[in-house]
C-alpha cells in the first residue's frame, strides 16, 4: 500500500522523486507526509524531522550488511527451522512424497497402494489410452521439444490444434498456449496493465494472480471474497482514478471449492467500465454441461469476459497455460508477451495431450456426470459426519477446515497410515484457524473408496479432538 501511494504522488505531483533506498518496513504515513513536504520546498516541525524513517536531510542511505551466504539468509533458515521442528513434533513432512505411477484414484506412496485424494486428474484423463496415444504420436512427429519461441522456429501444428480445442471449448474466437499455468498469469497480468492502472482482486486470488499485480506496478486493491457488493462500492469510490482496471476472479477457488457469482461480477464490471479476468484453472473441463468452464455454467455471453485463462495441467491432462478471448486480443498477445515471445513453445507432448483430453472429453460426457456424482455423494456424507467442509458446493474440491496447523498435520499423518493420501494445508498459505486438509474428487474414485474415505476421517478427527 506504500508503494501505491508514493506511485500515485509521484504521478500527481509533478517533479517529485523518491529515493527507494529510503523506504523502510518502519516507514509511517507521517513519514511520507514530511518528506513529500520537503521535497515540494514547504516545511516540518523538527520533531517530525527528527524521527522520519525517511531521513529527511540525511546525507543518504544507511550503510547496509552484505548478505552474500545463501545459507545465511533469514528467509533460507526459516524453512530450514520449520522444517525441523515438523520433525520435532513427532509428525512426519507430508511435502514432496514420491507418488508412483499414474495418478487416478490410487497411487503408490513409499511402495504402498494409497486412495489418492491430492490429484488434480479430475476426469482420469491423464493416463488415458486415447491421450496416451497423441503423446506418443507427438513424439515421434515433433520430438520431445519445440526447440525455439513459437514466433521464430517453434510453431507446431500441435499448437494451434490445441488453441483451436480450447477456443471451442470456451465458446472464445482465440485462444493463445504457454508453457506454465503459473507463469501464464504473471506474464499476462504483468503484461496488460502499468503504473497508470488498477489491479483489483479477490481477497483468496491465487499466488500467481498477485505475483502478476506485483510485476505490472499497478495500484494493488483486493475485494472481500466472492463479494460483488463490496466490488462495486470500491469501483465507485477510485475507478475515476486510473487508466484500465482489470478485475480478477477465480472459476473455482482451489482452497474452498465455490464459485463467484459470474453474472453479477460482469455486471459491475461493465457499470464500471472495466476489464475481468478469470483464472479457470480448476473450473474448465469441471463445471459447465460439456466442461467449458464458469462461462457454460452460467451461461453468460462469453465475450463479456475480456480474459479466460488457465492451465491445462488439471482436467486436461497436460502441462501450461492458456488465455482465450478475441482474435485482437490473442493476435496482440502473441506477438508482445514477454512470457510467450521470449519463452520455448510448449512441448507437443504437452500440446498433444491437453488437444486429445478435449477431443475425449467431447466424445464422452461420462467421466463428467461420475465427477459430478462422487463430489456430490462425497461433500453430503460428509457434511452428514458433522465435517467442516466449508463453503464448498457444486466442485470436486471439498476443504475438511481442522482449525489448527498441528492438528491438521497431524491428522494428514493418521490419513496416510490408512491408506489415503490427501496433503494438509497450513499457516501461512491459509489462515490458522482455517487450517485445513483438501480433498480432490476425481470421475475415478469408486463409492466405496468415497464412504469408506468420510469414515475414516470422521474417526480420526474425533479422536483427534479429543487427545
Same mark, same amino acid.
Given at each position: 500500500?506504500?508503494? $501505491?501511494?508514493?506511485?500515485?504522488?509521484?504521478?500527481?505531483?509533478?517533479?517529485?522523486?523518491?529515493?527507494?533506498?529510503?523506504?523502510?518496513?518502519?516507514?509511517?504515513?507521517?513519514?511520507?507526509?514530511?518528506?513529500?513536504?520537503?521535497?515540494?520546498?514547504?516545511?516540518?516541525?523538527?520533531?517530525?524531522?527528527?524521527?522520519?524513517?525517511?531521513?529527511?536531510?540525511?546525507?543518504?542511505?544507511?550503510?547496509?550488511?552484505?548478505?552474500?551466504? @545463501?545459507? !545465511?539468509?533469514?528467509?533460507?533458515?526459516?524453512?530450514?527451522?520449520?522444517?525441523?521442528?515438523?520433525?520435532?513434533?513427532?509428525?512426519?513432512?507430508?511435502?514432496?512424497?514420491?507418488?508412483?505411477?499414474?495418478?487416478? $484414484?490410487?497411487?503408490?506412496? !513409499?511402495?504402498?497402494?494409497?486412495?489418492?485424494?491430492?490429484?488434480?486428474?479430475? #476426469?482420469?484423463?491423464?493416463?488415458?489410452?486415447?491421450?496416451?496415444?497423441?503423446?506418443? $504420436?507427438?513424439?515421434?512427429?515433433?520430438?520431445?521439444?519445440?526447440?525455439?519461441?513459437?514466433?521464430?522456429?517453434?510453431?507446431?501444428?500441435?499448437?494451434?490444434?490445441?488453441?483451436?480445442?480450447?477456443?471451442?471449448?470456451? /465458446?472464445?474466437?482465440?485462444?493463445?498456449?504457454?508453457?506454465?499455468?503459473?507463469?501464464?498469469?504473471?506474464? @499476462?497480468?504483468?503484461?496488460?496493465?502499468?503504473?497508470?492502472?488498477?489491479?483489483?482482486?479477490?481477497?483468496?486470488?491465487?499466488?500467481?494472480?498477485?505475483?502478476?499485480? =506485483?510485476?505490472?506496478?499497478?495500484?494493488?486493491?483486493?475485494?472481500?471474497?466472492?463479494?460483488?457488493?463490496?466490488? $462495486?462500492?470500491?469501483?465507485?469510490?477510485?475507478?475515476?482514478?486510473?487508466?484500465?482496471?482489470?478485475?480478477?476472479?477465480? /472459476?473455482?477457488?482451489?482452497?474452498?471449492?465455490?464459485?463467484? !457469482?459470474?453474472?453479477?461480477?460482469?455486471?459491475?464490471?461493465? =457499470?464500471?467500465?472495466?476489464?475481468?479476468?478469470? !483464472?479457470?484453472?480448476?473450473?474448465?473441463?469441471?463445471?459447465?454441461?460439456? /466442461?467449458?468452464?464458469?462461462?457454460?455454467?452460467?451461461?453468460?455471453?462469453?465475450?463479456?469476459?475480456?480474459?479466460?485463462?488457465?492451465?491445462?495441467? =488439471?482436467?486436461?491432462?497436460?502441462?501450461?497455460?492458456?488465455?482465450?478471448?478475441?482474435?485482437?486480443?490473442?493476435?496482440?498477445?502473441?506477438?508482445?508477451?514477454?512470457?510467450?515471445?521470449?519463452?520455448?513453445?510448449?512441448?507437443?507432448?504437452?500440446?498433444?495431450?491437453?488437444?486429445?483430453?478435449?477431443?475425449?472429453?467431447?466424445?464422452?460426457?461420462?467421466?463428467?456426470?461420475?465427477?459430478?456424482?462422487?463430489?456430490? #455423494?462425497?461433500?453430503?456424507?460428509?457434511?452428514?459426519?458433522?465435517?467442516?467442509?466449508?463453503?464448498?458446493?457444486?466442485?470436486?474440491?471439498?476443504?475438511?477446515?481442522?482449525?489448527?496447523?498441528?492438528?491438521?498435520?497431524?491428522?494428514?499423518?493418521?490419513?496416510?497410515?490408512?491408506?489415503?493420501?490427501?496433503?494438509? @494445508?497450513?499457516?501461512?498459505?491459509?489462515?490458522?484457524?482455517?487450517?485445513?486438509?483438501?480433498?480432490?474428487?476425481?470421475?475415478?474414485?469408486?463409492?466405496?473408496?468415497?464412504?469408506?474415505?468420510?469414515?475414516?476421517?470422521?474417526?480420526?478427527?474425533?479422536?483427534?479432538?479429543?487427545?
Amino acid at each position: 500500500m506504500l508503494t $501505491d501511494l508514493i506511485a500515485a504522488l509521484v504521478r500527481t505531483l509533478p517533479g517529485l522523486t523518491v529515493d527507494p533506498g529510503r523506504i523502510t518496513p518502519a516507514t509511517t504515513l507521517g513519514d511520507v507526509t514530511a518528506y513529500v513536504t520537503t521535497q515540494l520546498g514547504g516545511s516540518v516541525p523538527d520533531e517530525v524531522a527528527l524521527h522520519s524513517a525517511i531521513g529527511i536531510g540525511a546525507p543518504g542511505p544507511a550503510v547496509v550488511e552484505p548478505e552474500y551466504r @545463501i545459507s !545465511d539468509f533469514a528467509e533460507v533458515r526459516a524453512i530450514a527451522d520449520r522444517l525441523s521442528g515438523v520433525e520435532t513434533l513427532g509428525v512426519f513432512n507430508p511435502y514432496f512424497l514420491i507418488n508412483d505411477g499414474i495418478t487416478r $484414484d490410487t497411487s503408490v506412496v !513409499d511402495g504402498a497402494s494409497v486412495v489418492n485424494f491430492s490429484s488434480f486428474n479430475y #476426469l482420469g484423463l491423464s493416463g488415458h489410452p486415447a491421450v496416451i496415444a497423441a503423446v506418443q $504420436d507427438a513424439v515421434a512427429r515433433y520430438g520431445s521439444s519445440c526447440s525455439a519461441s513459437r514466433i521464430l522456429s517453434g510453431e507446431k501444428p500441435v499448437h494451434r490444434e490445441l488453441e483451436s480445442e480450447l477456443a471451442a471449448l470456451l /465458446g472464445t474466437e482465440d485462444a493463445i498456449a504457454l508453457v506454465g499455468g503459473h507463469s501464464t498469469n504473471v506474464t @499476462i497480468i504483468g503484461h496488460l496493465v502499468g503504473p497508470e492502472d488498477l489491479v483489483i482482486h479477490d481477497s483468496l486470488a491465487h499466488d500467481s494472480i498477485m505475483q502478476g499485480c =506485483k510485476l505490472s506496478g499497478a495500484t494493488r486493491r483486493p475485494f472481500p471474497h466472492n463479494d460483488h457488493a463490496a466490488l $462495486d462500492e470500491l469501483l465507485t469510490e477510485i475507478r475515476h482514478q486510473y487508466r484500465r482496471v482489470l478485475i480478477l476472479i477465480e /472459476g473455482v477457488y482451489s482452497q474452498d471449492g465455490d464459485i463467484p !457469482d459470474l453474472p453479477a461480477i460482469i455486471a459491475v464490471k461493465k =457499470k464500471h467500465k472495466a476489464l475481468l479476468m478469470i !483464472d479457470e484453472a480448476h473450473s474448465v473441463g469441471v463445471l459447465g454441461a460439456g /466442461g467449458g468452464g464458469i462461462g457454460e455454467y452460467f451461461g453468460v455471453d462469453r465475450g463479456d469476459v475480456e480474459l479466460w485463462s488457465g492451465t491445462v495441467s =488439471k482436467a486436461l491432462a497436460g502441462c501450461g497455460g492458456y488465455v482465450a478471448g478475441s482474435a485482437e486480443l490473442i493476435r496482440f498477445l502473441k506477438y508482445t508477451t514477454p512470457g510467450f515471445v521470449y519463452s520455448v513453445g510448449m512441448t507437443p507432448m504437452n500440446a498433444a495431450a491437453s488437444a486429445a483430453a478435449i477431443r475425449q472429453l467431447r466424445s464422452d460426457g461420462e467421466p463428467l456426470e461420475r465427477l459430478r456424482h462422487n463430489s456430490r #455423494l462425497f461433500l453430503r456424507l460428509a457434511r452428514e459426519a458433522g465435517i467442516d467442509t466449508g463453503d464448498s458446493h457444486d466442485t470436486p474440491i471439498v476443504p475438511c477446515i481442522v482449525g489448527d496447523s498441528l492438528k491438521t498435520l497431524k491428522l494428514s499423518n493418521a490419513l496416510l497410515r490408512r491408506g489415503i493420501n490427501v496433503n494438509p @494445508i497450513l499457516y501461512p498459505a491459509v489462515p490458522e484457524n482455517l487450517a485445513r486438509l483438501r480433498f480432490f474428487v476425481t470421475a475415478c474414485h469408486t463409492e466405496d473408496q468415497i464412504r469408506d474415505t468420510v469414515k475414516i476421517l470422521a474417526e480420526e478427527l474425533a479422536q483427534l479432538t479429543e487427545s
